[in-house]
């Protein structure tokens, strides 16, 4: 068995998690924000047996898109004045970022 841990926007999750429950997957949704741009984003939590794994995958891959977005650099930069002025920054958020565990062991009481 595998937990895919998807840290997803929050534009696709509502569209993701339907997607994976019509496909007969559970999943667990986190309200999360991602340290960088600190904003709100996603972090679903999916556990799948092994042969599962990949359909589980091809659904986040078809759901999920990346999106261009600005933000605010979090690290200002000095101004002549010697003051800190914040600036803009493009970067390029998602489609999902998933990290993959092996799970030991699966427990429901
Ligand atoms: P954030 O940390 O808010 O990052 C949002 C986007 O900002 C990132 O998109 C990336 O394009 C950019 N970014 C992040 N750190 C940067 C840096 N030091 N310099 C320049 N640009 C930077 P994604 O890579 O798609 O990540 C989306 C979200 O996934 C992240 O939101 C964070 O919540 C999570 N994430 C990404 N990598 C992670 C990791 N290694 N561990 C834990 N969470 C991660």
């Known amino acids: 068995m595998k937990l895919i841990i998807a840290i997803v926007q929050d534009e696709d999750s509502a569209r993701l ?17 991602g340290g960088f741009l600190r904003a709100g984003n996603t972090t679903l ?22 999106r ?10 000095s101004g002549s004045a010697g003051v800190y002025v914040p600036y803009p920054v493009e970067v390029v958020v ?4 998933v990290f993959v565990l092996n799970v030991e062991k699966f427990v429901k009481i």
């Open 17 to 33: 998690v339907r997607g994976l429950m019509d496909a007969g997957y559970g999943v667990t949704k986190l309200a999360t924000t």
């Open 45 to 66: 939590l999916v556990g799948v047996e092994d042969d599962r794994f990949d359909g589980a995958m091809e659904v986040i891959e078809k759901i999920c898109k990346s």
């Open 68 to 77: 261009k977005q600005i933000a605010t650099s979090p690290s200002p930069m």
């Open 94 to 97: 998602g489609g999902a970022t």
